[in-house]
Every structure is written in C-alpha cells, then in structure tokens.
C-alpha cells in the first residue's frame, strides 16, 4: 500500500495582472477583472484596484484573500495616521508603510504582488513595484501578475530610457502624456489576454492627476 500524503497549501494564486504608468503630471494603473483558481474562472468582475489614499491607488494580483487582509491592515493604519498628524499620507510614505507591513510578514507572507501609484509631493507622478516580502523599487512603469512576463518586454519597448551608465541619469516619470499612456495600457492587455488564460474579461484603468481620480473600462476577451 502507498503511503498517502496531505498536499494542502495556505496560499492560492487567482492570476490577473496590473500595470502602472507614471507621467510628469499623472499615473495610469490598470488591472484586468478576472479573477480565476487553477481552470475555473471563480468571478469576471472582481476589482483588483484599492484606493489607499486621495492620491494614492494599489493594484495587487495573487492570492485574494491576502489582498483583502493586507487592505484592510493598511486602512487601519492609514486611519491611525491621519488621526494623529491631521493629513494623509503622501504616496511615497504609503509605499514605505506597505514595504515595511510586507516585510513584517516575511516568515508567513501575504502572496500579493502589488504595484503602488499615484501623485507624490510635487504633483509628480510615482510607482513603485514590489515582491512578496516588501522589497521595493521607484519607477516609472511597472506590471505584476500572470501577464507580467508577456507585458513587461512590452512597456521596456516602449518605454524604457537608455542606460543611466552612458548618460546622464533620467528622471522615473515617462513621457507619454496621459492619454497616450491609457492607450498604451489598453494595447498591453488586450495583447497580454490574448497569450495568458488568466488575465481577461475586462480592465478597470484608474487615473490619478491633480483633479482627482477617475475610472474607465475596457472589454477584454471573455474566454
């Protein structure tokens, strides 16, 4: 008789992808509606965006339910600052609070992959891009997720500066204006749902600029 062995596993990995853009003026981040386990497709209408702040926006993909947790641990956070120092924060000091929650849970971590957005003090548009465990990096386009692989390549195309070891070093916004940069990010999922089952459906692309945020959508393939 062969002995049997239990294979449970904490985490889950729901798929989807995100993408953030920043500008001199803006920051574009997207991410696709599907949210799937193993071949099913668990809903089409799951929203992948978080608004941290009145200028700050994560996208996370990964496991859900740590999404959600991590969310709310960062909400409850956000809530003791602004009762302490009467403001919000700034989109750079988000980021630092979210490296610094991630790194907290580095022995049991949330499986999120998140990409951070949004205006910093200036008015300038910022991203940062994180793994698992809360190491972090300020750039000027990111994408995370199952379509990351097919994406990236993608915006390093279009996008990506010569290398700071032959000039002199550039500035991490990219110099699309605002709505080139939603179309770039309507064209990389459309591509990327096409190639990866688990990015699809639709996109919700969210705009963060001095007026404030707004939401569009786009369809993506169904299948």
Request: a neutral charge; aromatic letters at 10%; charged letters at 20%.
């Amino acid at each position: 008789m062969t002995k049997q062995q239990a294979n449970w596993s904490p985490y889950d990995n729901n798929g989807g992808s995100c993408v953030a853009i920043a500008g001199a003026d803006y920051c574009v981040i997207a991410a696709d509606t599907r949210m799937s386990t193993g071949y099913n497709i668990l809903t089409r209408e799951y929203s992948k965006i978080c608004k941290l702040a009145d200028k700050c926006v994560m996208a996370s993909s990964g496991f859900q339910a740590d999404v959600k947790a991590l969310q709310k641990q960062l909400a409850a956070r956000h809530l003791i600052y602004q009762h302490q120092h009467n403001k919000q924060m700034s989109c750079p000091a988000m980021a630092q609070l979210l490296s610094n929650t991630l790194y907290y849970k580095r022995f049991f971590p949330y499986y999120s992959f998140n990409v951070l957005g949004g205006l910093d003090n200036e008015g300038k548009g910022c991203v940062f891009t994180y793994d698992a465990v809360g190491s972090y990096e300020k750039v000027g386009y990111s994408s995370q997720g199952s379509g990351s692989t097919l994406i990236t390549p993608f915006l390093d195309n279009q996008l990506k500066s010569p290398s700071p070891l032959l000039l002199s070093v550039q500035d991490a916004v990219t110099p699309l204006v605002e709505a080139e940069a939603i179309d770039l990010v309507k064209t990389v999922f459309a591509s990327a749902s096409e190639r990866d089952i688990y990015t699809g459906d639709k996109i919700e692309i969210v705009v963060v600029n001095a007026t404030g945020i707004r939401r569009e959508y786009m369809e993506l393939r169904k299948d």
